[in-house]
């Protein structure tokens, strides 16, 4: 669990809610904190579900390839009140746009990364616009254990009694070039904080997810996890093995509950992990993360159950032409 005290942490005005432990420099300083907002709560274990989820397979649902998103321009009359989202990465490029907009729809979000300071600043404006009291979850995704991720679900069980959203964005990139110069951690660490830690903490809500008469999760892969080139490392590889465990996700819940399983692939958009992957790059003419918001906004609420399962190209999506395609093989191509 990363440190809160490894961040030179010092608490503002502003009685900010925490999710999860706090580092044992810290307990005695958040002890009334940690107390009232982490009461141990367990995971429900999911073993018990799996069985009947298998038994419960129907036929697939009639998936529209051509599902009908929302316009890119259109403002989205998106009422989230009353719903908790977490949103991994709130403190990035596109976290933060997203974490803000859910804010601005009325949802009570949960705002995960690892830059307490950038998180107090997304935290500060929602409560300046009057949103929801959010809360920040500071856990590096690098390092966290299994129970970090149980002490989250029982956490939010306690302090939100419901999640209804699952937004995941944050990522590594890592040294990108030929798999010679490829180090073995940072594949690890790609893994482990783009796919395993994503897969840790969808298993470890479930339990709250599936409750929710509109749940959503939203992952976002990368164009180069879907298709990947020379020297993207352990990015690329992690960004597919993060498309397989959505996919995998999708098909286990299709007749399982309203929760719905959808990724995005967000293309080049002016963010500061673009920033790394292109350094020269002239980006303005790349759109700002700012314009997916609608996307997000459309696949958190409302967004019909049969539409589940879809892979959407936010650049084709912005651009007008057919975005969704199904991450979950048509029947006929099972084995
Ligand atoms: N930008 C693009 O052009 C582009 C293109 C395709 C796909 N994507 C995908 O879009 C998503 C958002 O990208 P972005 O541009 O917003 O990236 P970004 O600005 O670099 O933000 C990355 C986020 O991930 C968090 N993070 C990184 N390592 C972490 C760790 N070990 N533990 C916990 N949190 C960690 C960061 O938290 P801290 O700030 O606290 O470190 C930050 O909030 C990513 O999944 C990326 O793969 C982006």
Redesign the pocket.
């Known amino acids: 669990m990363?440190a809160l005290s490894q961040l030179s942490y010092t608490p503002t005005a502003n009685p900010k809610l925490y999710v999860g432990p706090m580092s044992l420099a810290n307990r005695g300083r958040r002890r009334r904190v940690w107390m009232r907002y982490h009461p141990r709560a367990r995971v429900r274990p999911l073993r018990a579900l799996i069985p009947a989820a298998v038994s419960q397979r129907g036929p697939r649902l009639a998936h529209h390839s051509t599902m009908p998103l929302p316009q890119p321009a259109a403002p989205a009359a998106v009422d989230l009140g009353g719903r908790v989202i977490l949103v991994?990465?709130?403190?990035?490029?596109?976290?933060?746009p997203l974490a803000l907009a859910f804010a601005a729809h009325g949802a009570t979000v949960v705002l995960?990364?690892?830059?307490v300071g950038?998180?107090e600043a997304i935290y500060d404006a929602i409560a300046a616009a009057g949103g929801a009291q959010p809360s920040i979850l500071p856990?590096?995704?690098?390092?966290?254990a299994t129970e970090d991720f149980g002490h989250v679900a029982g956490a939010l069980r306690a302090q939100q009694g419901r999640l209804d959203g699952l937004v995941?964005?944050?990522?590594?990139?890592g040294p990108l070039g030929p798999v010679e110069h490829q180090t073995f951690d940072a594949w690890q660490?790609a893994l482990r904080?783009?796919v395993s830690?994503a897969m840790a903490l969808t298993r470890a809500l479930l339990p709250l997810l599936v409750q929710s008469s509109d749940g959503a999760i939203v992952l976002?892969?990368?164009?180069?996890g879907v298709a990947p080139h020379a020297y993207w490392g352990g990015?690329a590889a992690s960004?597919a093995a993060l498309g397989a465990f959505a996919t995998m996700l999708a098909d286990e819940l299709e007749h399982r509950s309203a929760l719905r399983v959808n990724t995005v692939?967000?293309?080049?958009?002016?963010?500061?992990?673009?920033n790394?992957?292109h350094p020269g790059e002239d980006k303005s003419a790349?759109a700002p993360?700012e314009a997916l918001v609608p996307l997000y906004l459309y696949l958190v609420a409302g967004q019909p159950k049969a539409e589940s399962g879809a892979r959407i190209d936010a650049q084709a999506w912005l651009a007008g032409q057919p975005a969704s395609t199904p991450l979950v093989a048509a029947d006929a191509l099972r084995p």
């Open positions: 990363q991994t990465g709130a403190s990035g490029g596109l976290g933060m995960h990364g690892r830059n950038r998180l856990l590096d995704l690098a390092v966290a995941h964005t944050a990522a590594f990139l660490t904080v783009n830690a976002t892969e990368d164009t180069r990015y960004k692939v967000p293309g080049p958009i002016r963010s500061p992990l673009r790394r992957t790349l993360p």
